[in-house]
């Protein structure tokens, strides 16, 4: 009998009838003036009869809970099928207003019903009106406004250019789990893969999974899928194409969020504090499916290059550098030049910071890669001999003296630790997407491009152009230990300078070939290193796109994702309750004290 009755109160449908019953008594109460089964007060003369005028007001009651009967459908069930009921409420309260406006000096209670009910149909039509507006926004009006500190609701230009290039179509599907914490974080994960869908529907679907209560569909996917069994607690499956020939990947919700390391997670899931990599993890890998076959980065070891393995945040390396390229696709590894010749296979080959130079049977090598077309990426600067000053003449790129400071644009104490703005002066592919921003240059050297101001290039097939300015209040200072530091005319070079370089092949017209890139080279050799990332973002993300310039691959340009940090107040039950309360209590006190205040002054 309990297990009936309470099946019976879980249905919806129980609950909607007995609140439009208790509204129907409620508004039939408020319009009369007398609950059902007491008499009203005495009217005056020209008043309808009693039995007429509690019709009518029965009527026009029935009538505004068919228009909340209408807003109830349209939200719950279909648009369509509430188009009937709103036209059956509107019609039937409107033609009883008409018909007894005759009576609203004779009769109180006809006079608070037509005054009560006008009130309501222009609050319902003010709805409706707010509510297409909003749908035909939503539907028609383009990009949504995101108004968070984060960007919390939209997709990184990374993200978008992934979706807008798709050759093939993409579904993902969620797999959700049953606890509370990952009831939340499936909201989260189905809203930003809702934004995934809408920057390109044609080719993005996406499906909802719930193992319990679709088992069967489960399983199909587990049998054709078998790493999908491994998403205990929930998880995305990403298929690229369709059919045999389609590829997928599974992210697990352990991987997209990052939850607090003490402290009962299922005691608090409705608040906690978390950190979510989901666009970062989803959109890597989507960028590794469509990838296919791996393109092999190398790095040059030997010179005291940094390492490639340390990936602590503050501890001099290029690991985090070296994930974020893994995380896209790409097999990193490293390369010592003594040991052997470049492979084959290589697609770019990068140099960062050494501290000896190469020897001349190392450059003969990198000379035959580059001049071959092979693209190289080149973080370097000229307080060492790198042995490779001859190599960049070739490509009509020469080094300046000095180390670059700056006293307005730098890091606090630091005047070498340079911020060089990218304000859109410069344009090329690799700083599109990045305008705006600024790029943390320590230690970096004064670049010379030749054939620039008068001077002759040495290749006439290349073109090289600059990518980093320093601002007007730059200068290269031949001597960082002098206090204070200031510009000497003569042994120091006066701003803007130099501190990146883009080279291309030069076509026909004279123009630079923008589609693909021969060489990058950027004056920093910290411009990788791990604290430099921590410090600046921007770091990696033009890093990243100069990687996808050398490649070829415009798809790859862009801001990466960002993590997001969910902050939510943990109160214990006392302070939530006198939290919800007091604000409530508040509230329904200033009502009542308008309200007197009202009738008291009426009254006078």
């Known amino acids: 009998m309990t297990q009936t009755m309470s099946a019976f109160l879980s249905r919806t449908e129980v609950w909607v009838i007995a609140l439009a019953t208790a509204a129907f008594l409620a508004l ?30 029965a009527a026009v ?53 037509i005054d009560l009910s006008n009130t309501a149909l222009n609050v319902a039509l003010i709805a409706g009106i707010l509510i297409v507006i909003n749908v035909l926004a939503f539907r028609y009006g383009g990009r949504a406004l995101d108004l968070t500190r984060e960007r919390t609701f939209s997709l990184e230009s990374l993200t978008n250019n992934q979706l807008s290039t798709l050759d093939r179509p993409v579904t993902f599907t969620l797999i959700s789990g049953r606890s509370p914490l990952a009831t939340l974080q499936s909201e989260r994960i189905q809203q930003l893969l809702e934004l995934y869908k809408a920057a390109n529907p044609g080719r993005v679907r996406l499906i909802t999974l719930d193992p319990f209560l679709e088992p069967e569909k489960y399983e199909a996917i587990v049998k054709r899928i078998p790493g999908v069994a491994v998403t205990q607690g929930g998880g995305v499956l990403i ?20 939850l607090p390391a003490t402290g009962r ?61 893994a995380a896209t696709g790409a097999e990193v590894s490293e390369l010592n030049l003594l040991e052997g010749g470049i492979p084959d296979d290589a697609t770019l080959l990068v140099i960062v910071g050494p501290k000896t130079p190469f020897r001349t049977d190392e450059v003969t090598k990198l000379r035959g890669y580059v001049d071959q077309g092979s693209p190289i990426l080149l973080l370097l600067g000229n307080q060492e001999k790198t042995g ?22 730098s890091a606090p104490g630091r005047p070498q630790f340079v911020y060089v703005p990218i304000t859109g002066a410069l344009r090329h592919p690799i700083l599109d997407s990045l305008i705006g921003r600024f790029v943390l240059t320590p230690s970096s050297a004064p670049l010379r491009i030749l054939g620039f101001g008068g001077s002759a290039p040495l290749n006439t097939k290349v073109m090289a152009t600059p990518l980093l300015r320093t601002s007007n209040l730059s200068w290269a200072e031949s001597d960082l230990t002098q206090r204070p530091l200031k510009l000497d005319q003569g042994p120091d070079e006066k ?110």
């Open 239 to 258: 298929e690229y194409g369709e059919g045999e020939k389609s590829t997928h990947s599974v992210v697990r919700y352990s991987e997209l969020f990052e």
């Open 265 to 325: 997670i299922e005691d608090q899931a409705a608040l906690y504090e978390s950190t979510f990599h989901g666009e970062t993890a989803i959109t890597s890998a989507l960028i590794a499916l469509r990838e296919g076959k791996k393109p092999r980065i190398y790095f040059t070891t030997g010179h005291g290059e940094p390492s490639l393995e340390e990936n602590r945040p503050r501890e001099h390396g290029i690991g985090v550098w070296r994930a974020r390229l």
């Open 61 to 113: 009651v029935v009538g505004l809970l068919l228009i909340l009967g209408g807003a109830y459908i349209a939200l719950a069930r279909s648009l369509l099928w509430s188009i009937p009921v709103f036209a059956l409420g509107f019609g039937l309260v409107l033609t009883l207003i008409a018909f007894n406006q005759r009576y609203r000096h004779a009769s109180p209670a006809l006079r608070r019903t």
């Open 495 to 604: 701003g803007p300078l130099n501190v990146g370089v883009a080279v291309s092949d030069r076509l026909k017209s004279g123009k630079p070939d923008e589609g693909k890139g021969r060489i990058v080279l950027f004056s920093s050799p910290a411009l990788g290193d791990n604290d430099q990332l921590q410090e600046e973002p921007t770091n990696q993300d033009l890093l990243m796109n100069s990687v996808a310039w050398l490649r070829g691959r415009p798809d790859l340009r862009g801001i990466a994702p960002r993590t997001h940090v969910s902050m939510t107040l943990l109160a214990d039950p006392v302070l939530r309750f006198r939290l919800i309360m007091v604000p409530t209590v508040m509230a329904v006190l200033l009502v009542i004290g308008l309200g007197i205040s009202t009738y008291l002054a009426r009254r006078e």
């Open 28 to 57: 039939y109460w408020a319009f009369r003036g007398a609950p059902i089964g007491q008499a009203a007060d005495d009217e005056g003369n020209g008043a309808p009869r009693a039995t007429y005028r509690d019709r009518v007001i």
């Open 388 to 409: 490779l000053e001859e190599l960049l003449r070739s490509y009509n790129i020469d080094f300046g003296r000095g180390t670059i400071v700056d006293q307005r644009l």
